[in-house]
């Protein structure tokens, strides 16, 4: 689950990390407020949705170069700022041409900038440690400074047994170049933050920029938290923190209904019971030379209703133009898979290919539903003539 820039700014002030003081608007009036309260001479007025490189994106309405963060220098120009976000779609490189539409801002007190780091911590999933992340090439995509510039990144992953210790902090200090005077106060904020991640099951905390300001404090001037969806039911003040508006709204919907659903970029549509199989069904599909639109898994315990809702999920996205169910039948029986996938096409008035393989349990009968269905189904006999017959009759169709 990921959250807003001040959400978890609130979060992480809550362990003592050191953030710039600000309020959170919804309306033009409201940021003139929040400014007020907060005094000058300096302001930030921060578009606040789920994506990164919003001071590089831009407006889709706006002609001009002002992106989504912008330096103000009056009250009134604050207000004027927000008016201008409020209810615009933003775009950046991580939203898509698509953007994401600006619902609140958060206005927030001007840093005076002397340095900007990077600081991460995250779960490595190669060595399963926690992993502490930093760099000198504060402001930038951690991702384009791990390709343009690797040695500019220290990593440090974390014993389980120990936990953070103190020279794991000196590391990061004296890595990052701080005078001795900074590093006392970077290795408060560094444990603070730390306790944050650990203590709210978080799968990654970001501050990207870390600055050093003029006279020498550490302030974490931008701020990313996700969460393990998983350990969610452990923290109902972090769960209430959640937009949904900011999610995609077909894997809202098969939440809902206990399915694993995710949206992906291809064309092929795919529904498979197991997440190995689910895997393993994507993989073929691009070997073949397609592209899967999606990942789901509809469980080992599926009923005919959660399957025909799954398939009206994959057929509620636009670019799909065709659809591979692959079914191995061990729990999940064979025939409750067919009924559900002519009971969900008949409904929906089906109107892409569909390739459907079926294994396992009830093998025969579910084949048999199928073939007296009147539905133009493509049978397959193996996964792999599954993924060749899918792309073949996408390429057809396109």
């Not at 969806?229 to 077909?250: G, K, M």
Request: aromatic share 6%; proline share 3%; with cysteine.
């Amino acid at each position: 689950m990921n959250i807003h820039e001040y959400q978890a700014k609130q979060l992480l002030a809550k362990y003592g990390v050191a953030v710039p003081k600000g309020f959170v608007a919804y309306t033009a009036g409201e940021a003139k407020k929040a400014a007020e309260d907060l005094g000058g001479p300096v302001w930030v007025v921060k578009s606040q949705i789920h994506a990164g490189g919003r001071g590089a994106g831009r407006f889709k309405d706006d002609n001009s170069d002002k992106g989504g963060v912008r330096v103000v220098k009056s009250v009134d120009d604050v207000a004027e700022n927000a008016a201008s976000m409020l209810g615009q779609i933003l775009v950046t490189k991580q939203t898509g041409d698509e953007g994401k539409e600006v619902k609140r801002v958060y206005i927030e007190e001007g840093c005076d900038i002397a340095r900007e780091l990077y600081l991460g911590i995250l779960i490595d999933r190669a060595t399963s440690r926690v992993t502490i992340m930093a760099s000198t090439e504060g402001g930038m995509e951690i991702e384009e400074v791990a390709e343009a510039t690797p040695e500019k990144i220290l990593r440090i992953d974390i014993d389980p047994a120990t936990g953070i210790q103190p020279f794991h902090v000196r590391q990061i200090a004296f890595g990052l170049g701080l005078e001795v005077d900074q590093v006392k106060a970077a290795g408060k904020f560094l444990m603070a933050m730390y306790k944050a991640f650990t203590e709210l099951d978080a799968s990654i905390v970001e501050v990207n920029p870390l600055v050093v300001t003029g006279s020498g404090d550490v302030i974490a001037l931008d701020a990313k938290m996700n969460f393990d969806d998983n350990a969610l039911f452990r923290h109902a003040d972090v769960l209430e923190l959640r937009d949904e508006d900011e999610e995609d709204p077909r894997e809202l919907e098969a939440a809902r209904h206990e399915l694993n659903y995710i949206t992906l970029d291809g064309n092929i549509g795919c529904m498979v019971n197991g997440a190995g199989l689910a895997m393993a069904t994507m993989d073929i599909i691009k070997l073949y030379g397609g592209e899967p639109a999606n990942f789901l898994d509809v469980g080992g315990g599926a009923t005919k209703e959660r399957v025909t809702t799954a398939f009206k999920l994959i057929l509620s996205d636009p670019n799909v133009e065709s659809i591979l169910v692959n079914i191995f039948g061990g729990i999940m029986r064979c025939d409750v898979i067919a009924e559900g996938v002519v009971a969900a096409a008949r409904e929906v008035s089906l109107d892409v290919p569909l390739v459907v393989r079926l294994a396992g349990t009830n093998v025969d009968l579910g084949k048999k539903i199928l073939e007296e269905s009147g539905l133009p189904i493509v049978s397959a006999d193996n996964l792999a003539d599954a993924a060749e017959k899918v792309v073949k009759v996408t390429q057809e169709a396109a």
